[in-house]
Protein backbone atom coordinates (compact mmCIF):
# COMPACT_ATOMS: atom_id res chain seq x y z
CA UNK A 1 0.00 0.00 0.00
CA UNK A 2 1.51 3.15 -0.77
CA UNK A 3 1.65 6.79 0.84
CA UNK A 4 -1.78 8.01 -0.60
CA UNK A 5 -3.67 5.05 1.03
CA UNK A 6 -1.74 5.75 4.74
CA UNK A 7 -3.38 9.63 4.40
CA UNK A 8 -6.88 8.81 3.97
CA UNK A 9 -6.47 6.42 6.96
CA UNK A 10 -6.37 3.04 6.23
CA UNK A 11 -5.28 0.87 8.98
CA UNK A 12 -1.86 -0.03 8.05
CA UNK A 13 -0.49 -3.81 7.70
CA UNK A 14 2.83 -4.28 9.67
CA UNK A 15 3.58 -6.82 7.17
CA UNK A 16 3.45 -4.24 4.58
CA UNK A 17 4.63 -2.27 6.36
CA UNK A 18 7.94 -4.15 7.37
CA UNK A 19 7.79 -5.36 3.38
CA UNK A 20 7.54 -1.63 2.18
CA UNK A 21 10.56 -0.62 4.33
CA UNK A 22 12.91 -3.49 3.59
CA UNK A 23 12.33 -2.41 -0.01
CA UNK A 24 13.25 1.44 0.60
CA UNK A 25 16.28 0.55 2.39
CA UNK A 26 17.49 -1.83 -0.41
CA UNK A 27 16.84 0.67 -2.60
CA UNK A 28 18.66 3.05 -0.37
CA UNK A 29 21.55 0.94 -0.15
CA UNK A 30 21.38 0.59 -3.96
CA UNK A 31 21.59 3.90 -4.52
CA UNK A 32 24.02 5.10 -2.37
CA UNK A 33 26.58 2.45 -3.72
CA UNK A 34 25.88 3.64 -7.51
CA UNK A 35 26.15 7.12 -6.26
CA UNK A 36 29.37 6.30 -4.15
CA UNK A 37 28.16 8.41 -1.13
CA UNK A 38 25.08 10.36 0.46
CA UNK A 39 22.10 10.40 -1.38
CA UNK A 40 20.90 14.50 -2.23
CA UNK A 41 19.11 16.00 0.49
CA UNK A 42 21.06 14.12 3.36
CA UNK A 43 23.80 16.02 3.73
CA UNK A 44 23.26 18.04 7.19
CA UNK A 45 20.30 16.82 8.19
CA UNK A 46 19.33 15.95 11.47
CA UNK A 47 17.10 13.06 10.77
CA UNK A 48 17.04 9.90 12.71
CA UNK A 49 18.11 7.55 10.23
CA UNK A 50 21.07 5.61 9.82
CA UNK A 51 24.28 7.43 9.96
CA UNK A 52 25.75 7.89 6.23
CA UNK A 53 26.86 5.02 4.52
CA UNK A 54 30.08 6.99 3.92
CA UNK A 55 30.34 7.57 7.53
CA UNK A 56 30.43 3.52 8.28
CA UNK A 57 32.76 1.39 7.32
CA UNK A 58 32.01 0.01 3.78
CA UNK A 59 31.71 -3.49 4.36
CA UNK A 60 33.56 -5.54 2.15
CA UNK A 61 31.82 -7.85 -0.22
CA UNK A 62 31.60 -11.04 1.40
CA UNK A 63 34.24 -13.28 -0.87
CA UNK A 64 32.49 -16.01 -2.94
CA UNK A 65 31.96 -19.00 -0.98
CA UNK A 66 34.22 -20.73 -2.99
CA UNK A 67 32.69 -23.53 -4.34
CA UNK A 68 33.76 -27.13 -2.79
CA UNK A 69 35.90 -28.65 -4.94
CA UNK A 70 34.85 -30.77 -7.32
CA UNK A 71 35.75 -33.91 -6.32
CA UNK A 72 38.15 -36.28 -8.09
CA UNK A 73 36.78 -39.03 -9.79
CA UNK A 74 37.17 -41.95 -7.72
CA UNK A 75 40.01 -43.64 -9.10
CA UNK A 76 38.83 -46.75 -10.58
CA UNK A 77 39.79 -50.17 -8.68
CA UNK A 78 41.91 -52.09 -10.83
CA UNK A 79 39.78 -55.05 -11.62
CA UNK A 80 40.45 -57.91 -9.28
CA UNK A 81 42.28 -60.37 -11.57
CA UNK A 82 40.64 -63.74 -13.10
CA UNK A 83 41.84 -66.56 -11.61
CA UNK A 84 44.74 -67.75 -13.84
CA UNK A 85 43.42 -70.10 -16.05
CA UNK A 86 45.31 -73.10 -15.57
CA UNK A 87 48.13 -73.92 -19.22
CA UNK A 88 47.73 -77.06 -21.18
CA UNK A 89 50.95 -78.26 -21.40
CA UNK A 90 52.60 -77.21 -24.45
CA UNK A 91 51.83 -78.88 -27.50
CA UNK A 92 55.00 -80.67 -29.12
CA UNK A 93 55.37 -79.53 -32.31
CA UNK A 94 53.90 -81.19 -35.23
CA UNK A 95 56.47 -83.17 -36.89
CA UNK A 96 58.01 -81.85 -39.81
CA UNK A 97 57.40 -84.37 -43.04
CA UNK A 98 60.55 -85.61 -43.82
CA UNK A 99 61.35 -84.33 -47.55
CA UNK A 100 62.15 -86.97 -49.86
CA UNK A 101 66.10 -87.19 -50.09
CA UNK A 102 67.51 -85.85 -53.15
CA UNK A 103 69.43 -88.08 -54.92
CA UNK A 104 73.12 -87.05 -54.04
CA UNK A 105 75.88 -86.50 -56.47
CA UNK A 106 79.30 -88.54 -56.00
CA UNK A 107 81.77 -86.29 -54.40
CA UNK A 108 84.20 -85.26 -57.19
CA UNK A 109 87.68 -86.53 -57.08
CA UNK A 110 89.90 -84.20 -55.43
CA UNK A 111 92.44 -81.98 -57.91
CA UNK A 112 95.48 -84.01 -58.17
CA UNK A 113 97.89 -82.11 -56.19
CA UNK A 114 100.34 -80.22 -58.53
CA UNK A 115 103.33 -82.74 -58.44
CA UNK A 116 106.05 -80.08 -58.73
CA UNK A 117 108.05 -80.55 -55.27
CA UNK A 118 105.15 -83.62 -54.12
CA UNK A 119 107.31 -85.96 -51.86
CA UNK A 120 106.79 -88.81 -54.26
CA UNK A 121 108.85 -87.10 -57.09
CA UNK A 122 111.66 -88.81 -55.69
CA UNK A 123 112.36 -92.55 -55.40
CA UNK A 124 113.51 -91.85 -51.55
CA UNK A 125 110.11 -90.31 -50.72
CA UNK A 126 108.65 -93.58 -50.83
CA UNK A 127 106.79 -95.68 -53.17
CA UNK A 128 105.37 -94.94 -56.56
CA UNK A 129 101.54 -94.13 -56.04
CA UNK A 130 99.98 -94.43 -59.41
CA UNK A 131 101.39 -93.69 -63.25
CA UNK A 132 102.14 -89.79 -62.36
CA UNK A 133 104.32 -90.13 -59.88
CA UNK A 134 106.14 -93.51 -61.66
CA UNK A 135 106.77 -90.97 -64.15
CA UNK A 136 108.11 -88.87 -62.07
CA UNK A 137 110.38 -91.13 -59.89
CA UNK A 138 111.81 -92.69 -62.90
CA UNK A 139 112.57 -89.02 -64.79
CA UNK A 140 114.26 -88.05 -61.52
CA UNK A 141 116.32 -91.01 -61.39
CA UNK A 142 119.93 -90.07 -61.24
CA UNK A 143 121.14 -93.60 -62.08
CA UNK A 144 120.53 -97.32 -62.64
CA UNK A 145 120.17 -98.15 -58.65
CA UNK A 146 117.68 -95.58 -58.05
CA UNK A 147 115.44 -96.56 -60.81
CA UNK A 148 116.04 -100.06 -59.28
CA UNK A 149 114.86 -99.01 -56.09
CA UNK A 150 111.96 -97.29 -57.43
CA UNK A 151 110.94 -100.44 -59.12
CA UNK A 152 111.28 -102.47 -56.34
CA UNK A 153 108.53 -100.18 -53.94
CA UNK A 154 106.25 -99.40 -56.64
CA UNK A 155 102.88 -99.78 -56.09
CA UNK A 156 101.36 -97.57 -59.33
CA UNK A 157 99.15 -101.06 -60.39
CA UNK A 158 97.39 -103.90 -58.69
CA UNK A 159 100.77 -106.61 -59.95
CA UNK A 160 102.00 -105.84 -56.46
CA UNK A 161 99.64 -107.15 -54.37
CA UNK A 162 100.39 -110.63 -56.42
CA UNK A 163 104.18 -110.43 -57.29
CA UNK A 164 106.75 -112.33 -55.35
CA UNK A 165 109.74 -109.95 -56.77
CA UNK A 166 110.55 -107.79 -59.15
CA UNK A 167 112.18 -108.58 -61.96
CA UNK A 168 114.58 -105.22 -62.82
CA UNK A 169 117.64 -106.13 -65.28
CA UNK A 170 120.50 -108.86 -65.96
CA UNK A 171 123.86 -108.76 -67.27
CA UNK A 172 126.23 -105.73 -68.14
CA UNK A 173 125.71 -104.80 -71.48
CA UNK A 174 129.39 -104.28 -73.07
CA UNK A 175 128.52 -105.58 -76.58
CA UNK A 176 125.58 -102.31 -76.66
CA UNK A 177 122.83 -104.65 -77.13
CA UNK A 178 119.03 -105.35 -74.81
CA UNK A 179 116.75 -107.82 -75.21
CA UNK A 180 113.25 -106.82 -74.14
CA UNK A 181 110.96 -109.14 -73.06
CA UNK A 182 106.92 -108.14 -72.14
CA UNK A 183 106.88 -109.57 -69.00
CA UNK A 184 108.35 -111.81 -65.86
CA UNK A 185 106.72 -115.08 -65.72
CA UNK A 186 106.44 -117.84 -62.65
CA UNK A 187 110.32 -118.58 -62.80
CA UNK A 188 111.39 -115.19 -62.65
CA UNK A 189 108.95 -114.03 -59.88
CA UNK A 190 110.31 -116.37 -57.73
CA UNK A 191 114.71 -115.19 -58.64
CA UNK A 192 113.64 -111.79 -59.61
CA UNK A 193 115.95 -112.35 -62.98
CA UNK A 194 114.71 -112.13 -66.29
CA UNK A 195 114.40 -114.99 -68.85
CA UNK A 196 115.61 -117.98 -66.39
CA UNK A 197 112.92 -120.86 -67.07
CA UNK A 198 113.12 -122.81 -70.49
CA UNK A 199 112.43 -119.86 -72.83
CA UNK A 200 115.37 -118.09 -71.14
CA UNK A 201 117.72 -120.65 -71.45
CA UNK A 202 116.73 -121.19 -75.22
CA UNK A 203 117.75 -117.06 -75.71
CA UNK A 204 121.44 -117.90 -73.07
CA UNK A 205 121.78 -120.38 -76.03
CA UNK A 206 121.24 -117.89 -78.79
CA UNK A 207 123.51 -115.13 -76.84
CA UNK A 208 126.52 -117.87 -75.94
CA UNK A 209 126.16 -120.19 -78.64
CA UNK A 210 124.80 -118.16 -81.51
CA UNK A 211 126.87 -114.86 -81.07
CA UNK A 212 129.73 -116.01 -79.25
CA UNK A 213 128.95 -113.73 -76.46
CA UNK A 214 128.77 -114.16 -72.83
CA UNK A 215 124.97 -113.67 -71.77
CA UNK A 216 126.35 -110.55 -68.90
CA UNK A 217 127.33 -108.90 -72.62
CA UNK A 218 124.03 -108.23 -73.65
CA UNK A 219 121.10 -106.31 -71.11
CA UNK A 220 118.09 -108.33 -70.43
CA UNK A 221 114.91 -107.10 -69.39
CA UNK A 222 110.90 -106.74 -69.40
CA UNK A 223 108.42 -104.15 -70.22
CA UNK A 224 107.11 -104.92 -66.81
CA UNK A 225 108.31 -105.68 -63.58
CA UNK A 226 105.93 -107.51 -62.44
CA UNK A 227 104.08 -110.88 -63.55
CA UNK A 228 100.56 -110.79 -64.23
CA UNK A 229 99.11 -113.60 -62.40
CA UNK A 230 98.62 -116.95 -64.46
CA UNK A 231 100.89 -115.45 -67.18
CA UNK A 232 98.31 -113.21 -68.69
CA UNK A 233 98.77 -110.77 -70.82
CA UNK A 234 99.49 -107.19 -69.50
CA UNK A 235 96.84 -105.08 -69.74
CA UNK A 236 97.35 -101.74 -71.95
CA UNK A 237 96.64 -99.45 -68.46
CA UNK A 238 99.70 -102.13 -66.69
CA UNK A 239 102.00 -101.48 -69.98
CA UNK A 240 101.64 -97.59 -70.01
CA UNK A 241 102.11 -97.45 -65.90
CA UNK A 242 105.10 -99.59 -66.22
CA UNK A 243 107.01 -98.45 -69.04
CA UNK A 244 108.52 -95.18 -67.80
CA UNK A 245 110.96 -97.50 -65.47
CA UNK A 246 111.86 -99.53 -68.62
CA UNK A 247 112.37 -96.09 -70.98
CA UNK A 248 114.70 -94.56 -67.69
CA UNK A 249 116.38 -98.00 -67.92
CA UNK A 250 117.45 -97.31 -71.95
CA UNK A 251 117.97 -93.44 -71.22
CA UNK A 252 120.36 -94.44 -68.78
CA UNK A 253 121.78 -97.51 -70.43
CA UNK A 254 122.45 -96.22 -73.32
CA UNK A 255 122.31 -99.30 -75.64
CA UNK A 256 123.35 -99.59 -79.69
CA UNK A 257 120.35 -101.77 -80.62
CA UNK A 258 117.05 -102.94 -78.76
CA UNK A 259 115.91 -106.44 -80.03
CA UNK A 260 112.39 -106.81 -78.59
CA UNK A 261 111.52 -110.32 -78.22
CA UNK A 262 108.20 -111.66 -79.18
CA UNK A 263 104.88 -109.48 -80.75
CA UNK A 264 103.43 -107.69 -77.88
CA UNK A 265 106.87 -106.59 -76.84
CA UNK A 266 107.91 -105.55 -80.22
CA UNK A 267 104.62 -103.92 -80.84
CA UNK A 268 105.05 -101.67 -77.41
CA UNK A 269 108.30 -100.85 -78.40
CA UNK A 270 107.56 -99.66 -81.91
CA UNK A 271 104.40 -98.08 -80.61
CA UNK A 272 102.18 -99.86 -84.02
CA UNK A 273 99.85 -102.91 -83.78
CA UNK A 274 101.15 -105.47 -86.79
CA UNK A 275 101.58 -109.12 -87.03
CA UNK A 276 105.34 -110.48 -86.04
CA UNK A 277 105.58 -111.11 -89.80
CA UNK A 278 105.55 -107.85 -91.04
CA UNK A 279 107.67 -106.44 -87.99
CA UNK A 280 110.76 -109.03 -87.90
CA UNK A 281 113.34 -109.01 -90.37
CA UNK A 282 114.53 -105.32 -90.62
CA UNK A 283 115.21 -102.42 -88.96
CA UNK A 284 113.18 -99.71 -87.51
CA UNK A 285 114.27 -96.51 -85.46
CA UNK A 286 112.79 -95.60 -82.45
CA UNK A 287 113.75 -91.88 -80.93
CA UNK A 288 117.40 -92.60 -82.95
CA UNK A 289 117.84 -96.06 -81.77
CA UNK A 290 117.66 -98.83 -84.29
CA UNK A 291 115.05 -101.43 -83.48
CA UNK A 292 115.46 -105.23 -84.98
CA UNK A 293 111.85 -107.46 -83.60
CA UNK A 294 112.14 -111.20 -83.85
CA UNK A 295 110.19 -114.29 -82.05
CA UNK A 296 110.18 -114.83 -78.50
CA UNK A 297 111.82 -118.05 -76.94
CA UNK A 298 108.80 -119.39 -75.93
CA UNK A 299 107.69 -119.26 -79.44
CA UNK A 300 110.62 -120.68 -80.52
CA UNK A 301 110.22 -123.74 -78.42
CA UNK A 302 106.71 -124.50 -79.72
CA UNK A 303 107.74 -123.66 -83.25
CA UNK A 304 111.50 -124.92 -83.57
CA UNK A 305 111.17 -124.26 -87.94
CA UNK A 306 111.42 -120.90 -86.75
CA UNK A 307 114.89 -120.91 -85.19
CA UNK A 308 116.64 -120.14 -88.38
CA UNK A 309 114.39 -117.06 -88.89
CA UNK A 310 114.96 -115.93 -85.40
CA UNK A 311 118.95 -116.26 -86.23
CA UNK A 312 118.19 -114.37 -89.31
CA UNK A 313 117.02 -111.30 -87.17
CA UNK A 314 120.30 -111.84 -84.73
CA UNK A 315 122.58 -111.32 -87.24
CA UNK A 316 120.69 -108.10 -88.54
CA UNK A 317 120.89 -106.70 -85.10
CA UNK A 318 124.93 -107.31 -84.71
CA UNK A 319 125.65 -106.23 -87.73
CA UNK A 320 123.51 -103.09 -86.90
CA UNK A 321 125.02 -102.40 -83.96
CA UNK A 322 128.39 -103.28 -84.94
CA UNK A 323 129.11 -106.82 -83.54
CA UNK A 324 131.16 -109.43 -85.30
CA UNK A 325 129.79 -112.51 -85.69
CA UNK A 326 130.90 -115.51 -85.11
CA UNK A 327 132.46 -117.97 -88.20
CA UNK A 328 130.34 -121.08 -88.52
CA UNK A 329 131.91 -124.41 -89.67
CA UNK A 330 130.20 -125.68 -92.36
CA UNK A 331 126.62 -127.72 -91.87
CA UNK A 332 126.73 -125.67 -87.99
CA UNK A 333 123.24 -124.67 -87.44
CA UNK A 334 121.74 -121.94 -85.71
CA UNK A 335 121.59 -121.94 -81.79
CA UNK A 336 119.57 -124.97 -80.33
Given at each position: ?D???????AEP??H???????????????????????????????A??P???A??????????????P??A???P?????A???P??????P???????????????????????G?????V??G???????V???A???????E??????????C?LC??????????G???????F????????E???????????G?????I?????????Q?????N??K????????P?????AT?T??????????????????????S??????????????????TVA???V???????Y???N?S?K????????L???T???P??K?????????
Open positions: MRDERAEGDPEELLRLARGVRGHVKRRQRLGGALPGEVGTNASPPAARPAKSPAPPTPAPTPPPIAPPTPPPTMAPAASAPVPARAASPRKAPEPAPEPARSSPRDTAAPARDAADRAQAGARDLDVRRGVAQCTATQTRTNTVFLDKGSSGLMIGEAPGAEDKTGVPFVGRAQLLTDVTKGMGLDRDVWIAVLCRPPDNRETPAEKCPWLDRQVALLGPRILVPLGRHAMHVLGITAAMNAMRGRVHGRPVPTFHPALLRAEKECWKDIQAMQAGIIPREPGAGSAS
